[in-house]
T-cell receptor, first 119, second 113 residues
Framework: EPEVTQTPSHQVTQMGQEVILRCVPI?????FYWYRQILGQKVEFLVS????????KSEIFDDQFSVERPDGSNFTLKIRSTKLEDSAMYFC?????????????????FGPGTRLTVL | KNQVEQSPQSLIILEGKNCTLQ??????????LRWYKQDTGRGPVSLTI?????NTKSNGRYTATLDADTKQSSLHITASQLSDSASYIC????????????FGAGTRLAVHP
């Protein structure tokens, strides 16, 4: 069964360093998402991406964040200058196609996450 | 403000017992309501998805209900197993092509032998 994969599973970095989190969405999916979950808190939406551009982003997704789909298979999240408060689990998700009213077309499939620790 | 609230925050039950988790939401309008299971350190996995016109949806031992009038949903787990120990998250989808999800904080369920 196809699944979303993410690498690395755990990333440790120093404050102020740049990190790139990588995701390989399910191959025929068109919509891509990043979410984060700070330890003990709820999952929060960061950004959605469609047709090679950001379609929606949250307040969390400031100028320090960027996303890219460099080669048609990978989907990356870059944090330019990490802060302590960026420590969290980062989940990538992908979805096949636009909602048609049928629930299954809206289903987002999540990857296993990357745990980012900023020291 | 669009919010999803869940109760209880945590729950301990004995293996074989049933339990019901609650979700209240203020998201309006909404596209659909989902329940996800999240094992510790893993990504959420979908259990059920319901549109506003559906009242109930089952997936094996999981049964979700939805009352769109009162904006409440529940997830009922029957004959619990040790592997059911996880967080169960209620998620509401906002209408629109980009399918933005609003997550509840989850109920942490522990099933003890």
């Amino acid at each position: 069964e196809p699944e979303v994969t993410q690498t690395p599973s755990h990333q440790v970095t120093q404050m102020g360093q740049e990190v790139i989190l990588r995701c390989v969405p399910i191959s025929n999916h068109l919509y891509f998402y990043w979410y984060r979950q700070i330890l003990g808190q709820k999952v929060e939406f960061l950004v959605s991406f469609y047709n090679n551009e950001i379609s929606e982003k949250s307040e969390i997704f400031d100028d320090q964040f960027s996303v890219e789909r460099p080669d048609g298979s990978n989907f990356t999240l870059k944090i330019r200058s990490t802060k302590l408060e960026d420590s969290a689990m980062y989940f990538c998700a992908s979805r096949h196609r636009s909602g048609t009213g049928a629930p299954r077309s809206d289903e987002q499939f999540f990857g296993p996450g990357t745990r980012l620790t900023v020291l | 403000k669009n919010q999803v609230e869940q109760s209880p925050q945590s729950l301990i039950i004995l293996e074989g017992k049933n339990c019901t988790l609650q979700c209240n939401y203020t998201v309006s309008p909404f596209s659909n309501l989902r329940w996800y299971k999240q094992d510790t350190g893993r990504g959420p996995v979908s259990l059920t998805i319901m549109t506003f016109s559906e009242n109930t949806k089952s997936n094996g031992r999981y049964t979700a209900t939805l009352d769109a009038d009162t904006k409440q949903s529940s997830l009922h787990i029957t004959a619990s197993q040790l592997s059911d120990s996880a967080s169960y998250i209620c998620v509401v989808s906002v209408p629109g092509g980009y399918n933005k999800l609003i997550f509840g904080a989850g109920t942490r369920l522990a099933v003890h032998p």
